[in-house]
């Protein structure tokens, strides 16, 4: 009987999990026939083992809710939200009874007169909730077989309005073993059997079904299997190396051999361990729909990537902390829903949770489109509680500032409720994430939302991986995180390792690559050669949309290894992953890009810093983020600056090389003439054996270069540009790096090049709040700087499609910038789904393009453009803009 015991508890906890989503789904669907008879079969199937075991508690109540369904299924009682409240209580009841029982082997003592009562009364046809007039008698026990769809169902009840028949009292309902007295069909078929007729909506069943071929294994087993198997792969990879070393071939064919099975066997072993953490995920629509009724907010729920596979071990450690974090999502996160209409929002308030594989970890979103953190409660609550002084807390970032929240006891709740505000939560959550060796990062904008970030490790599995050498060590790199590996120098083509004020890049196909030394990093020796122009490797990576490269002496194998935890005393060192025996027995360290990423400020702190993301993960770039900056002397000894995604090269021409011709200065660079432009006046060309220091900016087929006299340094600053510049060619100053620095117009010094850089290219959405769609990433990076420092706050997408998105997701602006030609969906299709229909509808919309052309404007105002630019007419763009803003636009 214990055997049988722990069969019905693991198989009717599976069923209550599952019923959970599946009540959910019907409330959203009422009329969903199929859903409705795989609730009704799993709770009739709970009843019937109930009565075979004897746990007549759990029977009474089985019963009671399986009698409310069997008239939701038969169609003479009508599905409500009341109604599935009511057979909720019933789930929550059994499970409350399954614990106890789970606990102890036996039923716990209960009173579930109430529940029954309500449930039978339901069934009579009383609204859910409200009591019954005379004591309940419970309805007619079910009968435990199912009929074909479409045959009625065996003294089924009358309708709400007729007299119920008195049956016998449920507690002395027979079990599902016994057949009940009221049958009319004469044949039977299995529970199986009927839920596949119902399904098919009526006429003959569908065939059997064949149960699933499966086998319950203890853990403690799978566990033993896995160590046993990376011991095998350790085995297996000394023999390779010795066999390697000796070139013994009589040894070549069977090792092989050996090689495949272990692979084979290890993938097979590693996918037992495996789960959807869609398992972690199956309570959370129950709890957000709860949440949703206790707190009076419209909440919905996305779940992306539940088939995405973690450890199992790993996925029992995050259910709690996922839990928490939904729950202050709902109730810190999101605003009430007049809240939300009186900030332009939709009622129905989004949260959002997304898996995905990346860099060999899985990095969890959970995330909301709701008020954001309060910067300035969490200063002041920092400050009463004594964690930082106000001159800390003046020389920290906002994120800084944002993380104080996973301080122990820290909380800017008014009050404490039953869901959160008790001081307790995201210190306990980031705790337990750290355990496992996974970290917490958080990204908040007031007013748009919250998203955390959990990125979990490999705790213990095999992978590929680069073997690398620096500084005399040997290190791992999951081979998942490298994008490719590049020899430095070799040819006056290839790459080569540059630097700009002592940071080392390499121009890698015409893109500029920021470079990480890993020896420097490590503050291992570093070789006497390391940074030449001629020397080195270069292990490029990405983390996220960033990509970079470390730097490394040696590049050795790839090779199976497996993965250890790092040691709790290791544990903060963000560039560590874990660690690895090599075949040689030696012990190495495994890297984590991301770690080196967010040590070095390469790269981004989390999945994507170069991009803000909704609550569905879009990307779009916002003008209020930390931009990338290339700062140069030229002229005067005021800095310079001008954003680095502009930039695709850094040269140092030879002067020799610079050549003047129709009273322009030109250089041939890469089979082609390119123009350049001084930024000095009374410029002069360089002596012989002297270098020009020369900023090249390209799109498509275009190149230009502007001539400086010094490059300084590349840093991440807010760009916020104040006092617009009467100086032709500057936008204005901004302070960066607590230095006054001159922000160049690169539209203007484009121009001195020729007037073609602004035709075939397209620009995006501008206004107070403005939505710049463009598919020119250089374009982009061009119009940005301008708008912001006129005063705008904007946001850039790369596609129409994506901008529809932003509009689903609830995303507000004052007015829509839009590029007429791009791929997919062009600024015309655009425009036409705008005014077709949604909240944008009635924002005015301005076409930019290189093409001013009566046809191509009278196509755009019939799309339903307000105003037609042309590119690179940036003035006329800034007037067309204060003539739509002129008008408050309705949100």
Known sequence: MDDLLADFLTETNEGLAALDGALLKLEKAP???????????????????????????????????????????????????????????????????????????????????????????????????????????????????ELPAGEPVAAAPPAPQAAAPEPPPAASAPSASAPPAAPAHASRGSDHEGEAAGASGGGGA???????????????????????????????????????????????????????????????????????????????????????????????????????????????????PLTHMVRNSGDHGLETPEQRRQSGKPETGRILLNAYHEGGHIIIEIGDDGRGLPAEKIKQKALAQGLATEAEIAGMGEREIQHFIFRAGFSTAAAVTSVSGRGVGMDVVKTNVEKIGGTIEL??????????????????????????????????????????????????????????????????RDRLLPLVSLSRLLELPQAADEGRRDAGF?????????????????????????????????????????????????????????????????????????????????????STERTALLLFRAGDGTPKAVPLGLVARLEDLPGESIEHSGGKTLVQYRGKLMPLVAMAGGWAPPEPGRRQAVLVFNDRDRAMGLMVDAILDVVEEHLLI??????????????????????????WWLHQAGDDWFRGNGQDAVRRRVLLVEDSAFFRHLLVPGLTAAGYDVTAVDTGMQALRLREQGAAFDVIISDIEMPDLDGI????????????????????????????????????????????????????????LATPAIN
């Open 722 to 747: 104040e006092g617009a510049s009467e100086q032709p060619g500057f936008l204005g100053s901004a302070v960066i790096c607590g230095k006054v620095t001159d922000v160049i117009d690169c539209a």
């Open 443 to 508: 990204r908040s904008v007031e007013g748009r939302g919250t998203t955390f970030y959990i990125k979990i490790p490999l705790t213990l599995a095999i992978v590929s991986a680069l073997i690398v050498e620096a500084g005399g060590e040997r290190f791992a790199i999951p081979q998942i995180g490298v994008v490719e590996l590049v020899r430095a120098g070799g040819s006056a083509e290839g790459a080569q390792i540059e630097r700009i004020h002592d940071t080392p890049v390499m121009r890698l």
């Open 206 to 320: 569908s065939g059997p079904i064949t149960p699933a071929q499966t086998i319950r294994v203890s853990v403690d087993v799978l566990e033993d299997l896995m160590t046993l198997v990376s011991e095998l792969v350790l085995t297996r990879n000394q023999l390779l190396q010795l066999v390697r070393a000796r070139s013994d071939a009589a040894l070549t064919v069977p090792l092989q051999r050996l090689s495949h099975i272990t692979s084979e066997l290890q993938e097979g072993v590693m996918k037992t361990r495996m789960q959807p953490i869609g398992n972690a995920w199956q309570k959370l629509p129950r709890i957000v729909r709860d949440l949703a009724n206790e707190l009076g907010k419209k909440i919905e729920l996305v779940m992306k990537g539940a088939d995405t596979e973690l450890d199992r071990q790993v996925l029992e450690l995050i259910k709690d």
């Open 538 to 622: 270069v292990v490029v990576t990405q983390v996220g949309a960033n990509v970079f490269g470390i730097i490394v002496d040696k590049v050795f194998d790839t090779e199976e290894i497996v993965v250890k935890p790092v040691a709790p005393i290791l544990r903060h060192v963000a560039m560590f992953s874990g660690n690895t025996i090599l075949g040689d027995g030696s012990v190495i360290m495994i890297l984590d890009p991301n770690g080196i990423a967010r040590a070095t400020g390469v790269g981004a702190d989390g999945p994507s810093e170069d991009a803000a993301r909704g609550p569905e993960g879009l990307r779009g770039h916002r």
């Open 829 to 884: 299709g655009l425009a036409r789904a705008v005014r077709e229909s949604g909240a944008w509808q009635p924002l005015p919309m301005i076409a930019l393009s290189g093409k001013v052309e009566a046809e191509q404007v009278r196509r755009a105002r019939e799309a339903g453009f307000n105003e037609y630019v042309g590119k690179s007419e940036r003035e006329a763009l800034l007037a067309a803009l204060s003539e739509c």
């Open 31 to 145: 009329d969903d026939r199929q859903t409705l008879s795989e609730i009704f079969r799993n709770v009739h199937t709970i009843k019937g083992t109930c009565g075979f075991l004897g746990l007549s508690r759990l029977e009474k109540v089985a019963h009671a809710a399986e009698n409310v369904l069997g008239r939701y299924r038969d169609g003479s009682l009508k599905v409500t939200p009341a109604g599935i409240t009511l057979i909720l209580s019933a789930l929550d009841c059994l499970k409350g009874i399954v614990s106890g029982l789970e606990g102890t082997g036996s039923e716990p003592a209960g009173d579930d007169t109430a529940l029954i009562a309500a449930l039978d009364a339901a069934w009579r046809g009383a609204a859910p909730g409200t009591p019954a007039a005379a004591p309940p008698a419970a309805p007619p026990e079910a009968d435990p077989f």
